[in-house]
């Protein structure tokens, strides 16, 4: 016991400590005001917008972006703004196109929206694998930094933080529902603008705030050197990068844990504005990351107190800001960015859980199984059991992609959303045509070419399956998976004549009026 406090960053413990105490207590606070279903799944549509802004920040500001891509920046220099920019470029599709017929349209998630005029099963079954798969890829990133996390803060065992991470997310969300985890993300993104801003502004110091003198510092220092502001160092072929692209752009809108936040303000207008508020506060928290990335090639690199014997980053890529903020601060701020940083992971987990549970009980359970007749007591319980679950499925997939880049899998996570659920949330509120063969082909298509592709490229068929040469030789599907899922939907709802088909089409003038004024048409009859 001696020893592992005298290892123990006493700072990081305190400020940790202090932060899960309060969210407990929030939790605690929610869970006296969590009674419904819409309770549980939407905070009652009582946050307002900047509330609401803040939180979906907190929800994308995840420790995979802020391990993640400092992480790549320290490795590859420019291309790891190529994640910065992709993950902002997202905000104006869901701006323009998505959020308020979406507030409009649905209760509790994205699956309540692209049911609404076509057959509810088949929808909300293909609706609940494209949430589950995306939220397991981006749980599995969360939990990887959480492990490195500790294992450099606390000298505690890999395993032995994926379960403390896993406890305490299950605590959030049973308990308090959305109510707790917006305000424990609320919290956390305050936490974390802050502490990125202080290394940020430490780094720019240390060269008066002159910009290229610290991009000159770091050329001279990375064993790369000027090739580091080139692209083509992390993602090195066209259709690579091209993917990814399409995949950080259009996956955003697709994401089921930023979806939900849509339902948890009280109207359309509010949603517009937490997009807003959003995408000021995503936008300046990933200047950020790319100053701290440079800023720990400079640094670190060459450093003994944080690099091996063979010049490797202490931890791995991914602790670069922690080390930063170290080399920058001490103890005192080492302490304070990795408790931040660890608040990041719990709280983005949490509504990560809570997506996944929400799949399980709210479409699976409460309208594929028992055909909507189903209780308010009866779903919150699946879905507290679905919790459950969800969070030792997690903890298991963050054991076995331990030494994967957390960045690159939530990546992944983005060419899923993008090929699996924005094509059918995005033409479901547009295209009249659509029906439910469409909708159902064309999104198993996206769903099951990008898991497909996913498996046989390098990240997975070499790096984790062990085998010798990737099947499929580009990093990210999206460029393939994502006109495939659009192709099928086109071609298989143009050419469905049955009569339901016609039914849907019919139906989606009263649909595209509520979408557009939340207003003069009720819900169609599923049939």
């Keep these: 016991m001696s020893t592992f406090f005298t290892q123990l960053n006493l700072t990081a413990a305190l400020i940790f400590i202090g932060f899960v105490l309060v969210t407990l207590m929030i939790t605690r606070w929610a869970a006296k005001r969590t009674r419904t279903t819409r309770d549980f799944y939407s905070a009652g549509g009582q946050i307002t917008g900047f509330q609401n802004g803040l939180a979906i920040a907190g929800d994308y500001m995840s420790a995979a972006s802020f391990l993640g891509i400092s992480g790549m920046v320290f490795l590859s220099g420019f291309d790891?703004?190529?994640?910065?920019?992709?993950?902002?470029?997202?905000?104006?599709?869901?701006?323009?196109?998505?959020?308020?017929p979406l507030r409009n349209l649905g209760r509790y998630n994205f699956s309540d929206v692209v049911s609404f005029r076509f057959q509810q099963k088949p929808i909300r079954v293909l609706a609940a694998c494209g949430s589950l798969a995306?939220?397991?890829?981006?749980?599995?990133?969360?939990?990887?930094?959480?492990?490195?996390?500790?294992?450099?803060?606390?000298?505690?065992?890999?395993?032995?933080?994926?379960?403390?991470?896993?406890?305490?997310?299950?605590?959030?969300?049973?308990?308090?529902?959305?109510?707790?985890?917006?305000?424990?993300q609320i919290i956390k993104a305050v936490l974390l603008l802050a502490g990125a801003t202080i290394i940020a502004l430490s780094v720019l110091a240390s060269f008066n705030f002159d910009m290229t003198a610290l991009f000159a510092q770091a050329t001279a220092t990375h064993p790369k050197g000027s090739t580091i502001m080139e692209p083509g160092g992390?993602?090195?072929?066209?259709?690579?990068?091209?993917?990814?692209?399409?995949?950080?752009?259009?996956?955003?809108?697709?994401?089921?844990?930023?979806?939900?936040?849509?339902?948890?303000v009280k109207d359309a207008k509010q949603a517009n504005r937490s997009v807003l508020y959003a995408t000021g506060f995503i936008g300046y928290f990933y200047i950020l990351t790319?100053?701290?990335?440079?800023?720990?090639?400079?640094?670190?690199?060459?450093s003994p107190a944080y690099t091996d014997e063979k010049g490797a980053l202490l931890g791995g890529s991914n602790m670069a800001a922690?080390?930063?903020?170290?080399?920058?601060?001490?103890?005192?701020?080492m302490g304070f960015i990795s408790a931040v940083a660890f608040?990041?992971?719990?709280?983005?987990?949490?509504?990560?859980?809570?997506?996944?549970?929400?799949?399980?009980?709210?479409?699976?359970?409460?309208?594929?199984?028992?055909?909507?007749?189903?209780?308010?007591?009866?779903?919150?319980?699946?879905?507290?059991?679905a919790t459950v679950l969800?969070?030792?499925?997690?903890?298991?997939?963050?054991?076995?992609?331990?030494?994967?880049?957390?960045?690159?899998?939530?990546?992944?996570?983005?060419?899923?959303a993008a090929s699996a659920n924005f094509p059918v949330l995005l033409l479901s509120m547009y295209w009249k045509k659509m029906t439910t063969r469409g909708a159902v082909i064309g999104g198993t298509l996206g769903l099951l070419s990008t898991i497909i592709l996913m498996v046989l490229s390098k990240t997975i068929w070499v790096n984790v399956l062990?085998?010798?040469?990737?099947?499929?030789?580009?990093?990210?599907?999206?460029?393939?998976?994502?006109?495939?899922?659009?192709?099928?939907?086109?071609?298989?709802?143009?050419?469905?004549?049955?009569?339901?088909?016609?039914?849907?089409?019919?139906?989606?003038?009263?649909?595209?009026?509520?979408?557009?004024?939340?207003?003069?048409?009720?819900?169609?009859?599923?049939?």
């Design 390 to 416: 969800l969070g030792i499925l997690a903890m298991l997939l963050g054991i076995a992609f331990e030494h994967q880049n957390v960045a690159f899998m939530v990546g992944l996570a983005f060419a899923i």
């Design 322 to 333: 922690i080390q930063l903020a170290h080399a920058l601060g001490g103890d005192v701020l």
């Design 234 to 264: 992390m993602v090195k072929d066209p259709i690579s990068a091209v993917s990814l692209g399409l995949a950080l752009m259009f996956g955003t809108a697709g994401l089921p844990h930023i979806l939900m936040r849509f339902f948890t």
């Design 466 to 527: 062990g085998f010798d040469q990737a099947l499929f030789p580009y990093e990210y599907p999206a460029l393939f998976s994502m006109p495939l899922a659009f192709f099928g939907i086109w071609f298989f709802s143009r050419t469905d004549n049955s009569a339901s088909a016609k039914q849907e089409r019919e139906a989606f003038d009263a649909q595209y009026i509520r979408a557009q004024t939340g207003l003069g048409a009720e819900k169609p009859v599923s049939h």
């Design 290 to 302: 790319f100053i701290i990335g440079f800023g720990a090639i400079i640094f670190l690199t060459g």
């Design 343 to 385: 608040a990041t992971i719990l709280a983005v987990v949490s509504g990560l859980t809570l997506a996944g549970a929400s799949a399980i009980s709210h479409d699976l359970y409460a309208r594929v199984f028992r055909h909507g007749q189903a209780s308010e007591a009866e779903e919150i319980r699946v879905s507290k059991g």
């Design 80 to 100: 790891g703004l190529l994640y910065s920019i992709g993950f902002l470029v997202g905000w104006p599709i869901i701006l323009l196109l998505i959020a308020e």
């Design 134 to 184: 995306t939220v397991l890829l981006y749980l599995i990133a969360q939990m990887v930094g959480a492990g490195k996390l500790i294992e450099v803060l606390f000298h505690l065992p890999y395993t032995s933080a994926i379960a403390i991470v896993g406890v305490l997310m299950i605590s959030y969300v049973m308990f308090g529902g959305m109510l707790a985890t917006t305000w424990v």
